[in-house]
């Protein structure tokens, strides 16, 4: 199965409007070029409505790291889906785990989130992981179907296809550590027998992977070589312009 690799930055809270701006100067000039991965970045809610301007006639496509379900009401702080869609947001970054572990997001909110997403076309990359002490317990295989299962329960078996899911071990996120390459390899290949349960076997190889878990420069190929994974959702490493640009580089020959 050819699948179309995703290079993702999650930038979570840093860069300024003016930090963003200077980094697209010199980050668009290097992707004018490409069509063959689809390259995506993350800001924070204050910096999409110019970066999806300011990258209209490039290859980069714009995601929020977050939304609320519902498309107006007394949500103090929250942004709709109908919001992100107003401003040119294509994609949005859902049940990551600093959402669920830090602002104790549980699985039923984020399966919400999931469907509005879809409902209101937006494209979700859904978060699914384990923390150190369940891997540590032999339960990865435990939560990432507990996870995967409730986050997409209300979804139909061809809306699960509008999905993007990123396989980040907790434990593997800012910490430097990285999963083994046969780890990564194991997980992202129950994932997707998980969701052939879930919909069809096509989707199931149709629908794209991501790893992550501090990627960097030196370990992303070997990481998007492996068979199940189809590209990478990158934090730390994406925040400068030459470290993100050797990630988005990678050789998929």
């Not at 980094?23 to 204050?46: G, H, K």
């Not at 006639?57 to 109908?82: C, H, I, R, W």
Request: proline share 3%.
């Amino acid at each position: 199965m050819n699948r179309l690799p995703i290079i993702a930055a999650n930038w979570k809270m840093y860069k300024t409007l003016s930090e963003m701006k200077d980094f697209l100067e010199e980050f668009l000039s290097l992707i004018a070029n490409y069509n063959d991965r689809q390259i995506i970045i993350a800001p924070n809610y204050i910096c999409l409505s110019e970066m999806v301007r300011l990258s209209a006639d490039s290859p980069l496509e714009v995601a929020a790291q977050n939304m609320f379900y519902k498309k107006e009401g007394a949500y103090t702080g929250e942004v709709s889906p109908l919001m992100l869609k107003a401003v040119g947001v294509k994609w949005v970054i859902l049940g990551h785990s600093e959402r669920r572990h830090i602002f104790k997001e549980d699985d039923e909110l984020i399966a919400k989130k999931v469907k509005a997403s879809v409902d209101y076309g937006l494209k979700p990359i859904f978060c699914i992981g384990e923390t150190l002490q369940e891997r540590e317990e032999d339960k990865t295989e435990v939560v990432l179907r507990t996870q995967l299962r409730k986050g997409l329960s209300l979804l139909s078996e061809s809306e699960i296809s509008m999905v993007t899911v990123a396989y980040e071990p907790v434990w593997a996120i800012g910490t430097g550590k990285t999963a083994t390459l046969e780890q990564i390899q194991n997980a992202h290949k129950f994932v997707r027998d998980e969701i052939s349960t879930l919909s069809t076997e096509t989707i199931a190889q149709e629908i794209r992977i991501l790893y992550g878990g501090s990627v960097k420069p030196t370990n992303a190929k070997d990481i998007l070589l492996l068979e199940d994974v189809d590209g990478a959702l990158v934090g730390g490493a994406s925040l400068k312009v030459d470290n993100f640009i050797k990630i988005v580089n990678f050789d998929a020959s």
